[in-house]
């Protein structure tokens, strides 16, 4: 998810239906440029070279969405579609991307997905399966404490900035990843609120960050960082 204000002009965006490293492109309806979902860059017309604002995204079941806003209203697909996901035969296949001629490099298979963030500019990584292993892990990147905290069902995580908190455990409540710290606070893993005795205390601070397809994340950031080997449970 990207912000919508370039060069001081607040842009609407359509989808355009091509790909580019298997990426599908996005233009703005005022000056017609074509723009990278990946990394919001514009890649041609006239805001080429510009980049847009990015802002946390979250990727998780309709269980632990419902559970933060209770007062969702969900739109009915559009007819004649069953509202299911359109992609399900493509996550349990091992195609990459849709043209078959981009292939991933690095470390980790084509299809593991991550949890991809950039830190002061440079783009780290954590697969999900090990955040479903550990629930969270805490490491230093460009000198900031780095907390990455999986959703407890596998299918999202998310990303904060740990400030001077240094979380030592974690588990699930009601499904939810719950953490402490080394004083004994308590947070929750998917809002980044202290929660029980922790009420007036400030919030971590969420990074922007997304879930991706390794091939698809390596395809715009080569040299990613990949973690895993920090703290956690």
């Given amino acids: 998810m990207y912000a919508r204000t370039v060069d001081g002009e607040t842009l609407s965006f359509g989808v355009s239906g091509m790909l580019w ?20 860059v514009a890649i041609h017309g006239p805001k ?9 995204a979250d990727m998780m079941s309709w269980r632990q969405w419902r559970a933060l806003y209770p007062a969702t209203r ?10 299911g996901d359109q992609y399900a035969r493509y996550h349990a296949s091992r195609a990459v991307g849709v043209t ?9 298979d084509a299809k593991v997905r991550v949890l991809g963030v950039r830190v002061n500019g440079r783009p780290y990584a954590i697969p999900l399966e090990r955040l479903a292993e550990r629930t969270f892990v805490q490491t230093t990147v460009e ?14 995580a998310r990303a904060f900035l740990a400030g001077d908190r240094r979380f030592v455990d974690a588990r699930l409540v009601n499904g939810r990843p719950r953490l402490s710290d080394a004083e004994g606070l308590e947070w929750d893993g998917l809002t980044g609120q202290a929660v029980g005795g922790g009420a007036g205390v400030a ?10 397809y390794w091939f698809s994340w390596h395809s715009f950031f080569p040299d990613t960082t990949i973690l895993g080997g920090g703290t956690g449970q």
């Fill in 143 to 156: 000198g900031r404490s780095l907390v990455m905290v999986g959703s407890g069902d596998g299918v999202g």
């Fill in 100 to 108: 078959g001629r981009l292939r991933s490099g690095g470390a980790l």
């Fill in 21 to 40: 490293r298997e990426n599908l492109i996005m233009y703005d309806r005022q000056s017609e440029s074509w723009w990278s979902q990946a990394d919001g």
């Fill in 74 to 83: 969900v739109l009915a697909p559009p007819r004649g579609t069953s509202g």
């Fill in 48 to 56: 080429r070279g510009s980049r847009l604002v990015q802002l946390p």
């Fill in 203 to 212: 919030a971590l601070e969420p990074l922007a960050a997304h879930v991706s």
